[in-house]
Every structure is written in C-alpha cells, then in structure tokens.
C-alpha cells in the first residue's frame, strides 16, 4: 500500500517520494544487472543508469503492470543496450574476492559458472524468478513473453542446472 502511494506520489513529481522508491529498489535492481554483467563498477554504472532512466520517464509509469516488472524491464533493456553497443573486444573484468570471504566466494561462483553456462533466456529467467524473486507473470512483462514460456524457460535453467551440478560432483 506505501508503494502505490509512494508511486502515485513521484509520478505527480514529488521528489521525495521518488528518491523513497529508488532505495526501496536500488539494491535489488543492482543486484539483477550485477548478475547480468559480472563487474561491481559496471553494475553500478547501469543501476544508476536506470534510475536516471526511471527519474526522467516516471511521468508515463501506467499502472497496468507492477512498478517492479516496470523497472525490471528498464534494467534488463539498459544491460541488452549495454551489451548492444560494447566493443566485441572489451571483456567483462573479473571481481577479486578478500582472501578470508574464499568459501563463499567458492559457493558463488560455482552459482555463477553454472548461470552463465545457461542459454541467455534461460539464464535471464532464473535470476528473475530464483534470485529476484518475482513472479511468472512479472518475468512475462518484463521481457515481453508470454507466461507459458517464462514458466517453461525457468523450469529448463532449473534442469540444466541441476544436471550441471550433479556432473561437478
């Protein structure tokens, strides 16, 4: 209820409720494009990007899709540009991790191995639905598909992945 009332408000042009929603979902937009990207600083550049995005356009927000499937699509359309416009040449920087964080940092990245060892669509739907916890119908908005194939591409990550772990044991 806070939210509709937080969106209704910044799409009128209140500035504060616009800078409430955008930490409400800063870090969970950040999170989504750091999995598409891999790299902190670069994740952090597209989020930003986004929320400029979100800040200029908030005016033709209408409420026929959620606020967050609406600005999950901004994301996943700033990183498909991104991806778009990038050099062929430029390789995405790998992170280093702290030396005493190595056994999550391990876990993680056999996560990472196996997400990015997923087709595009597949792997797209998985961070959607696992890792961003949003719904089937959300995931269908946001990347234009229909319900049906947002369900089925899940469940294909799913099997991909769990047959990829099992061959790593």
Known sequence: ?????????????DRDALEQLVRLY???????????????????DLTQDVFVKLTKNI???????????YLYRIAHNRVVDYYRTAKPSEE????????????????????????????????????LYYLQEL?????????????PTAKSRVQRGLAACKKMMEEKT
């Open 1 to 13: 209820m806070k939210e509709l009332l937080l969106i209704s408000r910044a799409v009128r042009g």
């Open 26 to 44: 800063y870090e969970k937009i950040y999170n989504y494009i750091f999995l598409r990207v891999c790299d902190r600083t670069l994740a952090e």
């Open 59 to 69: 005016h033709s927000y209408v409420p026929t899709a959620s606020f967050s499937a």
């Open 92 to 127: 995405i920087p790998e992170t280093k991790a702290a030396p005493d964080k190595l056994a999550s940092v391990d876990a993680k990245l056999d996560v990472y191995a196996v997400l990015s060892a997923l087709p595009p669509e597949q792997r797209e739907c998985i961070i």
């Open 135 to 147: 719904t089937y119908r959300e995931i269908s908005q946001i990347l234009d598909i229909p319900i």
